[in-house]
């Protein structure tokens, strides 16, 4: 990964950084200029609580290349009480026990080493709240 | 605006086509349509193709292709909506006739996907790369999603979705150009390897290379080419949030429901008036929200309709009658005008044995990757 993207992803990948709608509240993961409810481009930062809902998930047990080694594993849209959602695996369980309801944290993981190189590239991951 | 009809048509088979490249397979379709027209020159060409330059290493299809079909010189374009390729092409065709640019267009779709390529990874660039693919999701994981999200707010269960690939294996048995000929059984689907929980292998369109075209000309010169043309009365295009996780409902398919919606007003018609439809069952679930957002089926309700027999040939609206993206193939960008194929031969009463008897009114629905991009297209028979 080339690493102008790696600086301009810290906010998201980091510091689970999104943004809010100054006009009409919308929060949105990761931060957008516009807003996708309402158009208005007053989008102000804010940082996400790091904890969720599971929304709705599966189980990759055909996963891409660069993931061959991690499956089977669980993936999951999780909603934060801020009301953004995000996509994100999720670890430290059973991949089959991660469904629509289930309460997460979210943590700062390493999420997949990319290309020949190995890269290594960080986000966020969501585990159960025990 | 004109109005436009299809004239002609041809198809590959489709299915892992060793011995085909993927100028071979244009050229076999865009041949077929051709003569079955009686078409001696193109005034106009889009090509549907999700991704030449990923599958086989081959961009600027549109000049390659009018090239080898002994047409260079003709304007061409290449078109990309990921797997609605296809339908988008359609679109552009149907408007470069209506509005008088040309009196001949081609439009056709083709794939090569088995070529090499990982094609988990070219599939999954049709979704969302920082926010989706980065976290290690594939096509089958989106569909499982929604999937789970619709077992969840309506009770659709893992037999709701086997009953969809039985019955678009039933229909594929009897399309001699689909992929696979074979009846499955609602054990077998259920028992077949789990791709992404809830879907398993039997509940997944597969990897295809294939090609389809189509020829269409003004309603009013159709007469030139065919006694039996096919009109196209309308269409609908439209988009939704790209990612899962920033749909109003991940188990609703809102691009697909204002596509159809655009595509019943600009016809005046209405899911009642439609006999036969062709949707993007790229996943089991697929078939049973494109049905809901599409209105053959309540919300909710689409689950039901395949077991029922509601969309299965002779039941009240017939659904991927020619096997649907999973049975007959899915060469991604074919797909779209492969669908229009299905209904033109309909219409016109040539489906054989997958024939839905007094066939008038037909339907096409056609999705880019997990339901962002959506065309309709209604054809009628003239």
């Not at chain 1, 200029?33 to 599966?58: F, I, Q």
């Not at chain 2, 047409?71 to 609605?84: D, K, N």
């Not at chain 2, 309700?301 to 049975?327: C, F, Q, V, Y």
């Amino acid at each position: 990964m080339p690493s102008p993207r790696y600086w301009r992803e810290v906010p998201n990948r980091y510091r689970l950084e999104g943004a809010k709608c100054a006009d009409c509240g919308k929060v949105t993961f990761p931060a957008r200029h516009v807003c996708p409810d309402c158009r208005g481009a007053n989008m102000e930062p804010m940082a996400l609580s790091r904890s969720g809902k599971v929304v709705t998930s599966t189980v990759v047990r055909t996963p891409p290349d660069d993931l061959l080694m991690e499956s089977p594993y669980a993936v999951a849209v999780v909603e934060t009480p801020e009301g953004a959602r995000l996509m994100v695996q999720v670890a430290d369980c059973e991949p089959e026990e991660v469904l629509p309801g289930m309460e997460v944290s979210l943590e700062f993981r390493l999420v997949r080493k990319e290309g020949h190189g190995g890269i290594r590239c960080y986000g966020h991951k969501a585990v159960p709240v025990v | 605006m004109r109005d436009v009809a299809i004239v002609g048509a041809g198809m590959t088979r489709f299915g892992e086509l060793w011995e085909s490249s993927l100028r071979d397979l244009f050229v076999e379709a865009a041949v077929e349509a051709l003569t079955s027209a009686g078409a001696d020159h193109l005034d106009d060409l889009y090509i549907g193709n999700m991704s030449g330059g990923q599958f086989v290493g081959q961009e600027h299809l549109a000049p390659l292709m009018a090239d080898h079909l002994g047409m260079a010189g003709i304007p061409a374009t290449r078109v990309e909506s990921a797997c609605a390729s296809g339908g988008a092409a359609l679109r552009l065709g149907y408007m470069s006739v209506a509005s008088g640019m040309s009196d001949v267009a081609m439009v056709a779709g083709v794939e090569k996907m088995t070529d090499g390529a990982d094609v988990t990874n070219v599939l999954a660039t049709a979704a969302d790369q920082e926010n989706e693919v980065y976290h290690g999701i594939t096509f089958p994981g989106l569909y499982a999603m929604i999937a789970r999200a619709h077992m969840a707010k309506y009770g659709t269960t893992e037999e709701d979705l086997a009953w969809v690939s039985v019955k678009s294996h039933h229909h594929g048995s009897m399309n001699a150009k689909a992929q696979f000929h074979r009846e499955v059984t609602v054990e077998e689907v259920m028992s077949s390897t789990m791709v992404a929980d809830p879907l398993t292998l039997l509940e997944c369109s597969p990897v295809s290379d294939g090609a389809a075209a189509v020829i269409l000309v003004p309603l009013d010169q159709a007469k030139k080419y065919t006694d039996r043309p096919v009109r196209i009365r309308g269409v609908g295009q439209a988009t939704s949030a790209m990612a899962l996780a920033d749909r109003r409902d991940p188990a609703a398919l809102d691009a697909v429901a204002k596509a159809a919606e655009r595509a019943y007003k600009a016809t005046g018609l209405a899911p009642k008036d439609i006999d036969v439809a062709e949707v993007h069952d790229c996943f089991a679930i697929a078939e049973i929200a494109c049905i809901e957002a599409v209105g053959f089926a309540c919300e909710g309700e689409g689950k039901d309709a395949a077991r029922s027999g509601l969309t299965a040939l002779g039941g009240k609206i017939p659904i991927n009658t020619s096997g649907g993206l999973k049975s007959k193939g899915h060469p991604v960008g074919a797909s779209g005008v492969a669908q229009a194929i299905e209904i033109f031969e309909q219409l016109r009463g040539e489906a054989g044995e997958r024939q839905v008897e007094g066939a008038h009114t037909g339907l096409t629905q056609n999705m880019g990757g997990s339901g962002a991009s959506s065309l309709v297209h209604i054809f009628e028979r003239v």
